[in-house]
């Protein structure tokens, strides 16, 4: 697992600083979790997923269809908010299949419309199986999961001009968004592939209170900008 170790101080001070307008504080909307309806309630095993819209590797089945799986032992327990999903050929297939080998792709839109870019946050926790990033309206951020992270849960934050893969930053749209998670299934036997997105959420202020936001907090992103990053790129 890789992804950027952002200093406490420059974290809280953020946080700090997003907690002093909260009164004003606006949801962001058209943030699911995986495996859930209409409601944000999650489904039973074979329900097909309706907020995230995926791509199979090259070359697979198109008769594969993305709904909520069956999970193996080795997974981390589905929690409240959130089941996991992955490619299935039937509603009722077992937990451990042989899925696809290669890159799939989830991808959800949400929009900033009526919230100041600079002022959003979104926030949730993340598992995979195997390998897996995140991605930011197109960029990849460097939220990284390792071949077996499908173990735990593992958090995630996102902000305007947080630092991409490259050392490059990612903005926000000032109204649509791509939030995307690119999961890899490696080659084996008895060998599924699954994504799950828990605690997803966001919030920014409003476009006309997005002046303040940018003044209360923009020294402190800065300073999280400074913060030096370390990572090891798992094998693929």
Same mark, same amino acid.
């Given at each position: 697992m890789?992804?950027y170790?952002?200093?406490q ?6 946080i700090?600083a997003?907690?002093? #307008? ?6 962001i ?7 859930v ?5 999650p489904?039973?095993v074979g *329900? &097909? ?8 590797? #090259? ?7 993305f709904?909520?799986?069956?999970k193996p032992?080795?997974y981390?327990n589905n929690?409240t ?5 992955g490619?299935?050929l039937t @509603?009722d297939?077992? @937990? ?7 890159t %799939?792709?989830?991808k959800m839109l949400?929009? =900033?419309e009526?919230?100041?870019p +600079?002022s959003?946050?979104?926030s949730?926790?993340?598992? +995979?199986?195997n390998w897996s990033s ?8 460097? %939220?990284?999961?390792?071949?077996e992270? *499908?173990?735990t849960?593992?958090? *995630?934050? #996102? %902000?305007d001009g947080? #630092?991409g893969?490259s050392?490059?930053?990612? %903005?926000?749209d000032p109204?649509?968004n791509?939030?995307?998670?690119h999961?890899i299934?490696?080659r084996g036997s008895? &060998?599924?592939?699954? =994504? =799950?997105? +828990? ?10 209170d ?6 209360m ?7 999280? *900008?400074a913060v030096s990053?370390?990572?090891a790129?798992s094998?693929?």
């Amino acid at each position: 697992m890789r992804h950027y170790l952002l200093g406490q101080a420059s974290f809280s001070a953020v946080i700090s600083a997003l907690g002093v #307008l909260s009164a004003s504080a606006l949801p962001i909307e058209g943030l699911w979790n995986t495996g859930v309806d209409a409601s944000g309630t999650p489904q039973g095993v074979g *329900f &097909n997923e309706i907020h995230y819209t995926a791509t199979l590797p #090259l070359g697979a089945d198109p008769r594969y269809e993305f709904r909520t799986v069956a999970k193996p032992g080795t997974y981390v327990n589905n929690p409240t908010d959130a089941a996991w999903i992955g490619p299935s050929l039937t @509603a009722d297939e077992g @937990a451990l299949v042989d899925d696809p080998v290669g890159t %799939y792709v989830y991808k959800m839109l949400f929009s =900033l419309e009526g919230i100041s870019p +600079s002022s959003a946050l979104i926030s949730g926790m993340w598992s +995979s199986d195997n390998w897996s990033s995140i991605w930011l309206n197109g960029v990849e951020t460097a %939220y990284q999961l390792g071949k077996e992270d *499908f173990r735990t849960l593992t958090s *995630f934050n #996102l %902000y305007d001009g947080i #630092l991409g893969i490259s050392g490059d930053p990612i %903005y926000f749209d000032p109204v649509i968004n791509s939030l995307e998670f690119h999961v890899i299934n490696a080659r084996g036997s008895g &060998n599924p592939s699954a =994504l =799950l997105v +828990s605690g997803l959420s966001g919030t920014g202020q409003s476009v006309a209170d997005g002046g303040s936001m940018v003044l209360m907090v923009g020294g402190a992103f800065a300073a999280m *900008f400074a913060v030096s990053r370390a990572f090891a790129r798992s094998p693929r």
